[in-house]
Structures are given as C-alpha cells and as structure tokens.
C-alpha cells in the first residue's frame, strides 16, 4: 500500500473511532497563523474557527459555503476537523439569555457576536479573540482565494 493511501486511511479510522487528529496533521497555514499570532493552542484554533465556520455556512447559500471552502481548503479542513474535538453545549442559560438581550441591542449581527463570545470562553477564549478569529481568517482567505471570497465570508460573518 502507497504512503498516501496508508496515511488516509488511518487519518479516517482515528476520526471514526473518536480520537482527535491534530488539525495540522490536516491543514496548516490558517491554523499557524492562528496560533502564531494569537498565542493559543491548536485545538483552541480549531475550535474557534470550528465555530466561526459553522455560523459562516448558516449564514451562507450552499453554492457560497463550497465556493469558500473550495477556494480556502484550510477553512474546509478546520470546519472537519472540528467533529473530532469535544464541542461545548451548543445551549446553556447564559447564552440564551446574553443572545436574548443582545436581539434587543443590535440585532442579529450583535447576537451573533455575543453568542460567539460565549462560545469562544468555554474554550478558555476571551470575547476580544471573535474579531481577531476573523480579521486574521479574512487576511488568510483574501490572501490563498482574492477579494470576492473574503466579501463572501465578511458578509457572512459581519461582526
């Protein structure tokens, strides 16, 4: 069996069998600048952009979401490799209740930010690291697939 065969197949049984693949083993550049630039760790890069990606492709046509993960494989490689770490509970009280408030502030975008913000603190993250996920996501994606993709993910993610 050829290495890439091999080195697949045992990237798939691992993510099967529940054990989390180090998302550098599946991607690279994003998640160094990520770390690099921000000092946290891999899994905590993974999860942030995880969950920045999962609220992109809610926001997003199907033919927009395969555009930009297509045109920035690393984001498509972050959002699966996101199944293999452990989430945090998708619903707790304070973040019902802080998206509650914050519809009544500014809307969807600023129920978007603070519910993200939640999200980001289960993970050990500070509500400022939102924007500096996504400024640095938007350099990344504007850099490997040019302006009309970065529009693409501005747009859905405009906090």
């Given at each position: 069996?050829?290495?890439?065969?091999?080195?697949?197949?045992?990237?798939?049984?691992l993510l099967l069998s529940g054990f989390a693949v180090p998302a550098s083993a599946i991607t690279g550049s994003l998640l160094n600048?990520?770390?690099g630039q921000l000092g946290i760790t891999e899994q905590?890069?993974?999860q942030g952009m995880a969950a920045l990606m999962e609220l992109a492709k809610q926001h997003l046509s199907t033919t927009d979401y395969t555009k930009l993960i297509s045109g920035a494989p690393d984001l498509g490689a972050l959002a699966k490799a996101a199944a293999a770490f452990a989430?945090?509970?998708?619903?707790?009280?304070?973040?019902?209740?802080?998206?509650?408030?914050?519809?009544?502030?500014?809307g969807d975008s600023a129920n978007q930010m603070v519910q993200m913000a939640h999200t980001f603190s289960q993970w050990g993250?500070?509500?400022?690291?939102?924007?500096?996920?996504?400024?640095i996501a938007l350099d990344y994606v504007n850099s490997v697939g040019g302006p009309e993709l970065m529009k693409i993910l501005s747009e859905a993610l405009p906090f």
């Open positions: 069996m050829n290495n890439k065969k091999f080195v697949l197949i045992s990237v798939f049984t600048m990520l770390t905590q890069a993974t989430k945090p509970q998708a619903a707790t009280t304070t973040g019902a209740l802080l998206g509650y408030a914050a519809s009544f502030v500014g993250l500070t509500a400022d690291m939102v924007g500096k996920f996504l400024k």
